[in-house]
């Protein structure tokens, strides 16, 4: 479930994806939780008559922002507008069967980490750089959640390069780094309107100088967040995925070499692009809910 | 085993500490492990002959620098020399006892975290604030280790308040938030020689300029490692120990202010003060020891 589309589909045994839909989120300020729930109900139903051989036995939910999945209960999230729902308990409720309800981007992760190019690593981040910047930690090979508040790397504090002259400001990653960063950050500097940041890769590419600097400081932007991992916690791979990883070695390479600049004695984290792309998600909410009924259905 | 001295002693079932003693760390550009390894059985021959009725069953040896301690290999240290050499083998061969090798401050830490403030606490970063910063990184309960690379807190980027005006630098955050940066660079912006970070602490409680200038600094790098952290991890306490800690809520007050200010969302860390103190490194070396025992002895 995200801020504008819920994607729904039936995953049998095999993985695969029965029925699979997109509808529009309902966004319903007084009950946002409630309103979603409805829906959600409804897609049950729809996809219970359309395969009447295979029944739901269990539901795995997920969505943005911060999520307890322990407790079940969807602390914060600002796009749909909900503070401590107890999202589990009533999805249970609704639907009549058991709910898996977690992170988005941690569901998604946990598949890309298990399938993708990381899976020989123990200490990881998965980074999904689109819009904004969501990421998922695994320490030991072990999600890291803290209670849900972990992975918030969009809103680490990173260099402002936008700082007055002789202040040492800072800004969130999320501002400089991410896709939708770099398009309006270029936007702002050069009154010019392009197709995202791919259009901003494409103009440095033309020899744009205001471009390559937007670009150049995403990159750094990142490199340092991804600093910060390897010193923290001793990351030894991160995997990027989202919109920005399509530019693929363009992104990779340079950021590689800022990393590499930044750190000293340090071990080099690798690098990886992300594998499974838009599914990754419904796999990983499946799994959840697999997961729910003790791994064996 | 610091980078000045060895502190030894034979530590009983209790946890009391027999015939403590402290003697220069051998430095033997050399044969760096092999020349303290060389000291720690004369040590151990001494303790034996002290206490012939209380032989040792086994040793802890806890060392600065990059440890893994999986592998028993000292990967790196800067001040005491060594690269990748196979302590606890050479140790097990020298004293003929199994060995516990491990990080002194991940040791300490996890003694402090045991019996502590912060025992309450999953995600937790120790951190020991004196000379340089060293830290140790809890999540979910567990310390994260990454291979002995985890808890490079003293070596994550900061702004660098001393960054040329309009550059966006930044330094790392012994540079700027260590007892020892606070006293070196109070020395160099005011040609004042002071007692230490407390000297400096002293002189802007008296009106100092400069002393409030580097104090700030020093707060507002601590502040921004710690955010780091909330951001990554989750982390929800942070402990705080070494010579800096002394200085109390003249640290911990303007600390939490400053955490608090570049915080959005995210949930507020307790800041701690640690409680142990110079033993902790000795007693985690025990239970080190005693773990590699089983634990039953």
């Known amino acids: 479930m995200g ?16 029925g699979m839909r997109r509808v529009p989120t309902p966004l319903d300020p007084a009950r946002p939780g409630e309103a979603v729930l409805d ?14 051989e295979a029944p739901a036995k269990a539901a795995g939910i997920i969505v943005p922002g911060i ?22 308990a009533e999805a249970e409720k609704r639907l009549g069967i058991p709910v898996a309800f977690d992170h988005d981007v941690r569901s998604a992760a946990a598949v890309e980490h298990s399938f993708g190019g990381s899976k020989e690593f123990n200490d990881v981040v998965v980074m999904v750089v689109g819009t904004g910047i969501a990421a998922a930690v695994f320490s030991g090979g072990k999600a890291v959640t803290a209670g849900g508040f972990a992975g918030e ?8 390069p936008d700082a007055a002259p002789g202040a040492t400001g800072s800004t969130i ?33 033309a020899g744009d100088s205001v ?20 010193n923290i916690i001793g990351t030894e791979a991160v995997v990027i995925g989202g919109g920005l990883a399509e530019a693929g070695d363009e992104l990779l390479e340079p950021l590689r070499k800022r990393v590499d600049g930044i750190l000293d004695f340090q071990r080099r984290p690798q690098l990886i ?10 796999l990983g909410a499946a799994l959840n809910a697999r997961a729910v009924l003790g791994g064996a259905q």
Chains 1, 2 share one sequence.
């Open 39 to 52: 829906r959600l109900a409804e897609l049950k139903a729809e996809l219970a008559s359309e395969f009447p």
């Open 211 to 230: 471009a390559a600097r937007v670009w150049d400081d995403a990159v750094d932007a990142l490199a340092f967040t991804i600093c910060q991992c390897v």
């Open 173 to 205: 990653l999320e501002a400089v780094g991410s896709a939708g960063a770099i398009a309006k950050r270029y936007h702002r500097a050069s009154g010019n309107t392009v197709d995202g940041a791919r259009g901003v890769l494409l103009r440095a590419g």
């Open 67 to 88: 999520v307890d999945s322990v407790a079940g209960v969807g602390i914060y999230s600002a796009n749909l507008g909900w503070r401590n729902f107890p999202f589990k």
């Open 153 to 160: 790397l969009g809103h680490a504090q990173v260099p402002d």
């Open 273 to 282: 692009r992300a594998q499974l792309g838009q599914d990754a998600g419904l």
């Open 3 to 18: 801020g504008t589309d819920i994607k729904a589909g039936l995953v049998d045994a095999r993985g695969t994806v029965l």
